[in-house]
C-alpha cells in the first residue's frame, strides 16, 4: 500500500504565475488535509476535504487559494497569481477516518519557490 | 483557539541518552494526540497516536504520556542513538476533532 504521494516534490514559479500542487490519498483514506510550512515555522492547517467537498477551510487564505478533491483523481491545492510569500512547503497528509479518530498519514511534501 | 507549545525547542546530547521531549496544549477537549518525527527536507514520520482515554503509548525505545487534564504530553526516547537525529512535533486533535494543530516542535541533536 503506497503512501500518500505528493508531486511535484519541487516548483518554481515567478510572481504572477499558477501553481498546483497534487495529492493522492493512501489507498482506502478519503479525508485529505492540506498544511502549510513556512520557513522555520510551525505547519499550519489550510483545509480538510472529503471527496469532492471541503468541509474545513479555515486555514486557507481568502483569495488566490483553492482546494478541490474530485470522485476521481488527486486532491489539487491551487495558488493562482502567486507572490514570493507563498514560497513554502506544502504537506498534504491522509486518513481513513476524520483526524480525531484515528491517525494521519502524511507525504513528502512540494517545496514551492517563487522567484 | 488550541495552541501548543514543545519545550525544549532544541537539544544537543551525546549518544546513549535518555530523553524527555514536551509538549503542552491549551485547550484539553482533543481527542487524540500524535507524536511525529520530520527529518530536513522531508516529510513527516508518525510515531504515535495516543488516544484521549489513553494515559501512554510504546512503539520500540519511544514512549508517550498523556495528561489530557493539565493539556500536556511527554515522549520519552530511551538510548538515544544518532539516528534520531530530528524534529519532532506533537499534535493535539481538537477540539472539533477534524485537524491536528501543530507544535513549533523540538529539534533534537544527537552526536556520537
Known amino acids: 500500500n503506497a503512501g500518500v504521494m505528493q508531486n511535484p516534490r519541487h516548483l518554481v514559479r515567478r510572481r504572477g504565475q499558477e501553481a498546483r500542487l497534487r495529492c493522492s490519498p493512501m489507498?482506502?483514506?478519503?479525508?485529505v488535509y492540506w498544511y502549510r510550512q513556512l520557513p522555520e515555522e510551525g505547519l499550519k492547517f489550510m483545509v480538510y476535504?472529503?471527496?469532492?467537498?471541503?468541509?474545513?477551510e479555515s486555514g486557507m487564505p481568502k483569495e488566490r487559494f483553492s482546494a478541490e478533491f474530485p470522485k476521481e483523481g488527486p486532491s489539487i491545492l491551487r495558488i493562482q497569481q502567486v507572490v514570493r510569500g507563498d514560497s513554502a512547503a506544502y504537506f498534504c497528509?491522509?486518513?481513513?477516518?476524520?483526524?480525531?479518530?484515528?491517525?494521519?498519514?502524511f507525504g513528502e511534501g512540494s517545496r514551492l519557490t517563487v522567484l | 483557539k488550541q495552541e501548543v507549545t514543545q519545550i525544549p525547542a532544541a537539544l544537543s546530547v551525546p549518544e546513549g541518552e535518555n530523553l524527555v521531549l514536551n509538549c503542552s496544549f491549551t485547550d484539553s477537549a482533543i481527542y487524540n494526540l500524535q507524536w511525529f518525527r520530520q527529518d530536513p527536507g522531508k516529510g513527516l514520520t508518525s510515531l504515535l497516536l495516543?488516544?484521549?482515554?489513553?494515559r501512554e503509548q510504546t512503539s520500540g525505545r519511544l514512549n508517550a504520556s498523556l495528561d489530557k487534564s493539565s493539556g500536556r504530553s511527554t515522549l520519552y526516547i530511551a538510548a538515544s542513538q544518532p539516528g534520531d537525529s530530528a524534529t519532532y512535533l506533537c499534535?493535539?486533535?481538537?477540539?472539533?476533532?477534524?485537524?491536528?494543530?501543530f507544535g513549533t516542535g523540538t529539534r533534537l541533536l544527537v552526536s556520537p
Open positions: 489507498k482506502g483514506h478519503s479525508h
Open positions: 497528509a491522509s486518513s481513513p477516518r476524520l483526524a480525531g479518530e484515528g491517525e494521519l498519514f
Open positions: 495516543i488516544q484521549s482515554s489513553q
Open positions: 476535504l472529503q471527496k469532492e467537498n471541503i468541509i474545513d
Open positions: 499534535a493535539p486533535s481538537g477540539p472539533g476533532f477534524q485537524k491536528l494543530v
